[in-house]
Nanobody, 117 residues
Framework: QVQLVESGGGLVQAGGSLRLSCAFSGRTFSRYAMGWFRQAPGKEREFVAS??TYASSVKGRFTISRDNAKNTLYLQMNSLKPEDTAVYYCAASRVGTMTSPLGYDYWGQGTQVTVSS
């Protein structure tokens, strides 16, 4: 069974940076397509980044990467804005890269990112 554990969230001022990590275990990491999503209070979970595309709201500010030797997925977030405040989730798909959360089979528990103005 795949397990995903996010870390790296926190409180940051607008304009600051954070790097989120997602530790993958239980299966062969390199065989899974990975993505990042986020969910703000009262809103639906939304796509943030995959290895083929970014949400328009984060393009140019966020960068997704992975280290298959460390079984870890990353999300570098720069120039953070208050509207980036949300719980951030990493997700793994057996099928392939996609922007819909329905296409992902495994989810982490999430890490809170709060951006103050």
């Amino acid at each position: 069974q795949v397990q995903l554990v996010e870390s790296g969230g926190g409180l940051v001022q607008a304009g600051g940076s954070l790097r989120l990590s997602c530790a993958f275990s239980g299966r062969t990491f390199s065989r899974y397509a990975m993505g990042w999503f986020r969910q703000a209070p009262g809103k639906e979970r939304e796509f943030v980044a995959s290895f083929t595309t970014y949400a328009s709201s984060v393009k140019g500010r966020f960068t997704i990467s992975r280290d298959n030797a460390k079984n870890t997925l990353y999300l570098q977030m720069n120039s953070l804005k208050p509207e980036d405040t949300a719980v951030y989730y990493c997700a793994a798909s057996r099928v392939g890269t996609m922007t819909s959360p329905l296409g992902y089979d495994y989810w982490g528990q999430g890490t809170q990112v709060t951006v103050s103005s």
